[in-house]
Each structure stands twice: as C-alpha cells, then as structure tokens.
C-alpha cells in the first residue's frame, strides 16, 4: 500500500515555522506582514477559501483585511480597490479572489496588483521571473506540491514527471518548478491537457504523475505504472457533497508507493503556501532579505 503524504499535518508544520518568522520579523523591524483579501460576489466555495486563508493569517501573527464586494461590482471599482491596495504600506500582499464575475476582466485585474505584493504569484511578471529561471513569488499550489515532495524525500532531480492539466495557476507554473535548476526540481516535465492523445500511455511512463485537471477519479490504477508517485490537486464536488481529487484514490493507492488524499492532501499546503509569499513579500518590501 502506498505511503500517505498528509499536507494537512505537513502544512501545521510550516505554518509554525512561518509564525517563528514572523515574530521574528515584527521584533526585529516592527513590521507585521499583512494580507488583503478581495471577494467578490457570494460565490460559498470562495467564500471558504478566503475565510479559511484569513484563519491561517491570523494563527500564524499575521494582519489580514477582507474587501468583499458584491456581484454587481464594475471592473473600474474593482481596479480602484486593487489600486488603494497597492499604495497602503501596511499590505503586503494582495489575493483577488477567482472566479470573479462574468463583467471583470480577470487577467486585467492580475496584471493591476502591483508585482511586489502579488502573492499568489499570477501575474505576468512574476510567471516572467519564474520562466527565466530566477523566481520571486510561486503560485501557491505549485509550490506545495514541490514542499510535500521535498518534505517526504521524494526525489525529483532526474525523475519524470507527468502533470495532466495545463492552467495558469497549476499546471504550467508547476512545470516551470519542476524544470529549475534548484533542489527540488531538475526533473524531465511532460505537461499533458484535454488535447493530449492518449494520456494513459504518457502517465504510465511517469515517475511522478500530478494530476489538476478538474475531473473526479480520472486517473485509474492502470495508468500508473507500480511503484509511482502520485500527487492529486484535484478538488471535485460530488452529488453527496462530499470532496474528492482526480485520481480514483482507492485503485491507485494499491499499486503507487506514494499518494496524496482529497481532502487533507495538496490543499492545505496552498494555503499555507500563501503565507510563506506573504512573508517572503513583507521581507522585500521593508529592504530585508
């Protein structure tokens, strides 16, 4: 049976890590990193999310703002908000809520949050940094499904990793990661996507397969050759309400020597993810290091 990777109890872990941090930097500068939340709209899973992120905030001595706005905000209002939001000293880091509504320009609204406090990593120059081999802030589920591997001493430098899903926040940055030339990475990154023939044949040659692409229990156990490695950023809803990832968890558990639960698995790391840019972004912003 395959080892579980617990990123619930993994992320307790560097969330303290990170509150040691940020005492320290409040001791030693007087500067409490800060966090500004941008809802808007009702959507619930959202709402969570961002509740959930604020929670992490203040457990780990950081300051937290929410902005929710309703539905029927205009993309210029918005803009102001991130606007008001860049030029505040005491917010670090800036997190627009996504989705937003069908009236906002999302990749307009990425590319106002002023680059040094976006935290979330999407913006052009930040993705920009990361391409060229020299990144600043990682989107944060890619770098925690980078963290469970480091942290359970999983190889990567020379392995092949096959990642199903090519979006802006998972896939595509998780690849740029995984090709650094870093600890941690180093690895031969096969990206696969809705277009991919025949994902099967490519997931079976992978030594770490992570999948994130939005489709409950997609990866059966005959697509992943014994022994792999498996990361699930998959978050499904299911008719029952309850949560479940993109690999068909109980197949594949019997042949991979490695797993990650839905829920309790990537997830939790996102978030914790997020904290550490937000100290990372405090540090930068106050000529530390």
Known sequence: MAQILDGKKLAETMQAEIAADVAALVQETGVRPGLAAVLVGDNPASQVYVRNKRKACDKAGMASWLHQLPKETTQAELLALVARLNADPQVHGILVQLPLPRQIDESAVIRAVAPLKDVDGFGPENLG?????????????PLGVQQILIRHNIPVEGRHVVIVGRSNIVGKPLALLLMQKAAGA??????????????????????IVVMAIGQAHFLKADMVRPGAVVIDVGTNRM?????????????????????????????????TMLLHNTMQAARLQTGGT
């Open 129 to 141: 940094l990361l391409t060229a081999g020299t990144p600043r802030y990682v989107a944060g589920t």
């Open 186 to 207: 180093n690895a031969t990154v096969t990206v696969c996507h809705s277009r991919s023939r025949d994902i099967a044949a490519l997931t079976r040659q992978a030594d």
């Open 239 to 271: 008719p029952d309400g309850k949560l479940t990832g993109d690999v068909d968890f109980q197949g594949v558990e019997a042949i991979a020597s490695a797993i990650t639960p839905v829920p309790g698995g990537v997830g939790p790391m996102t978030i």
